[in-house]
T-cell receptor, first 118, second 112 residues
Framework: GAVVSQHPSRVICKSGTSVKIECRSLDFQATTMFWYRQFPKQSLMLMATSNEGSKATYEQGVEKDKFLINHASLTLSTLTVTSAHPEDSSFYIC??????????????FGNGTRLTVT | SQQGEEDPQALSIQEGENATMNCSYKTSINNLQWYRQNSGRGLVHLILIRSNEREKHSGRLRVTLDTSKKSSSLLITASRAADTASYFCATSTTSGTYKYIFGTGTRLKVLA
């Protein structure tokens, strides 16, 4: 149980275009989803927290107009990288939890999306 | 930065040996969790220890938590080549918004 599906796994796009990444919880209700960014051999940096039906909370330094997050249902959150530039190339990972259970619920992760902007 | 620190950054051991990784964090927590990440993949949850617990076991894993020192350790006993991965601690804080902050990670390599 507790499977999170993230698509696409890899995407290459041209500078200036937008890319949408989907994160779906397949067998549980994801009341809260987190989006992380990871550079090679580094840790996960939290970009934003999204709760179903409300606006995402962005971490300091993350441009909310560039990284659009939508959490329209209990099973789907999307991250759209708008007007992508080469410096946006990175590994993006989503995670989900059912906070309704307790604050001590583990995070369930997607397999990540490798974004390359040329 | 709220990010926790882990040490060592990298660890290389022989199969059968034990591996110990340490994590330090900065704020009061609800719980601390350990995750494993194989190269280029998502993270897999290993074990969760609550703030009122001091030690927890799961198979070959042993986790300790010292809230007075704001630190935790993960011990993998009788390591296997398949344990080769990066290991991260993550903390859920008691203040501010509900979120998880990850440590810097330890890259473990187990040599067969």
């Amino acid at each position: 149980g507790a499977v999170v599906s993230q698509h696409p796994s890899r995407v290459i796009c041209k500078s200036g275009t937008s890319v949408k990444i989907e994160c779906r919880s397949l067998d549980f209700q994801a009341t809260t989803m987190f989006w992380y960014r990871q550079f090679p051999k580094q840790s996960l940096m939290l970009m934003a927290t999204s709760n179903e039906g409300s606006k995402a909370t962005y971490e300091q330094g993350v441009e909310k107009d560039k990284f659009l997050i939508n959490h329209a249902s209990l099973t789907l959150s999307t991250l759209t990288v708008t007007s992508a530039h080469p410096e946006d190339s990175s590994f993006y990972i989503c995670s989900a939890t059912d906070r309704g259970l307790s604050y001590n619920s583990p995070l369930h992760f997607g397999n990540g999306t490798r974004l390359t902007v040329t | 930065s709220q990010q926790g620190e882990e040490d060592p950054q990298a660890l290389s051991i022989q199969e059968g040996e034990n591996a110990t990784m340490n994590c330090s964090y900065k704020t009061s927590i609800n719980n601390l969790q350990w995750y494993r990440q194989n190269s280029g993949r998502g993270l897999v949850h290993l074990i969760l220890i609550r703030s009122n617990e001091r030690e927890k076991h799961s198979g070959r894993l042993r986790v300790t938590l010292d809230t007075s020192k704001k630190s935790s350790s993960l011990l993998i006993t009788a390591s296997r080549a398949a344990d080769t991965a990066s290991y991260f601690c993550a903390t859920s804080t008691t203040s501010g918004t509900y979120k998880y902050i990850f440590g810097t990670g330890t890259r473990l390599k187990v040599l067969a």
